[in-house]
């Protein structure tokens, strides 16, 4: 599987660019995942449902399956995270994965940027970046995209990853 990345720092634009070039790729005929860090406590289940019962009841994983998708929740509790190779080795092959955050992993990444947010740019300081997608002209060494030309990011990313 290729694995990409898009970072940067909240507001910057990195879900909604996510989202285009999820969109983007799948139109091209490739299969893609996603794995998306979250800094927050987050639960993509909800009271009273049976799944979160179990959950509840102290089971460690719970596999919540239909004829639509598949959920699989697991409780660390107090456990470490699991690095994000643990993550990527749990998912079904696919042609790529885009993965949204983890910006201290040595994945390549785009960095995106939106000048409202007042955020220092990271690039400077990471060799993982590959690129920039901003709202605004950025003087780096590393080529810059608008950030709403999924395209041409895509195409960037293909070229990367020799997709």
């Not at 879900?15 to 406590?41: C, D, N, W, Y």
């Not at 002209?137 to 709403?148: A, G, N, Y």
């Amino acid at each position: 599987m290729k694995i990409f990345g898009i970072t940067g720092w909240k507001n910057c634009g990195k879900t909604g660019l996510m989202e285009r070039l999820v969109t983007e790729f799948t139109e091209r005929g490739l299969t893609v995942s996603t794995i998306k860090h979250a800094h927050h406590s987050t639960d993509v289940d909800q009271a009273g449902t049976d799944s979160h019962r179990h959950r509840m009841a102290g089971a460690s994983e719970v596999i919540l399956a239909s004829t639509h998708r598949i959920a699989i929740m697991q409780e660390l509790r107090g456990a470490e995270e699991p690095p994000l190779a643990d993550l990527l080795a749990r998912l079904t092959p696919v042609d790529l994965v885009l993965v949204e955050g983890y910006k201290r992993e040595p994945h390549p990444k785009i960095e995106a940027h939106r000048k409202a947010a007042e955020q220092p740019l990271i690039a400077p300081h990471d060799a993982s970046i590959r690129a920039l997608a901003s709202d605004v002209r950025l003087e780096v060494d590393r080529p810059v995209f608008d950030l709403d030309d999924t395209g041409t990011i895509a195409d960037f990313i293909a070229a990367d990853l020799n997709l």
